[in-house]
């Protein structure tokens, strides 16, 4: 099993930036794939969720801001982060639910 994320860098407040994550090593298209990230100093979070079936579910904190998307086709799972916040600085990584094995992550820094 395996994940590569990628898509991070820098950007102000106010911008957007769209991470990708490419899985191996298991069904893809029966996997629930889940964003999470975290900041410094804090506790991994969950983000963002994709079921196969095609539900997505958020945290409040990225409500309306961020979307998560899938193809299955290419085994990747997309973020989508728009009217990015300071407090959205973080490593983000992405996961199959249920795994115990993390990617790199890619980094995300909102600053001005």
């Known amino acids: 099993v395996q994940f590569v994320e990628s898509g991070g860098g820098l950007v102000q407040p106010g911008g957007s930036l769209r991470l990708s994550c490419a899985g191996s090593?298991?069904?893809?298209?029966?996997?629930?794939m889940i964003w999470l990230r975290q900041a410094p100093g804090k506790v991994r979070e969950g983000v963002a969720t994709s079921a196969p079936g095609g539900a997505t579910f958020y945290t409040d904190s990225v409500k309306g801001r961020f979307t998560i998307s899938r193809d299955n086709s290419k085994n990747t799972v997309y973020l989508q982060m728009d009217s990015l916040k300071v407090d959205d600085t973080a490593v983000y990584y992405c996961?199959?639910?249920?795994?115990?094995?993390w990617g790199q992550g890619t980094q995300v820094t909102v600053s001005s």
């Open positions: 090593g298991f069904p893809f298209d029966e996997a629930i």
């Open positions: 996961q199959e639910h249920g795994s115990t094995t």
